[in-house]
């Protein structure tokens, strides 16, 4: 936020700035030549200061990048983690798995080896 302000108060007095470099000078009395050096002068002015803005924008940008980059190797790595934990939950789960299939074919090959006993008679 504070950027921001920043921003805008030189974006403000830089274009007051200009405002006032745009204004005529009196000519009356200064010889022609002295007229243009003014003139070069306040536009030189101007040039300086749109050069500090396009700075001071250029160190904030690239601070954003700076930021901006860091966070994405952050959030590259916990998606790594991530991944890494993912794959051996994976592995955990279809261990399980497997392991479940096997006792229940144990179960069901107990159950039906407990129904191919030959039957008690029933007592008359």
Known sequence: MMKIWVTVLLSCVSGAAVAQAQKPAPVEDLSSRESVLLQGQQRAGIAYRELQQAQHDAKFAEQ???NYQDAHRA?????DELSRQLNAAKKTLDAARAKETA????????????????????AK
């Not at 006792?103 to 029933?122: D, H, I, M, W």
């Open 64 to 66: 954003d990048y700076l």
């Open 75 to 79: 959030a590259q790595k916990r998606a």
């Open 103 to 122: 006792a229940r074919q144990r179960y069901e090959k107990e159950v039906n080896a407990v129904g191919q006993l030959p039957q008690k008679s029933p």
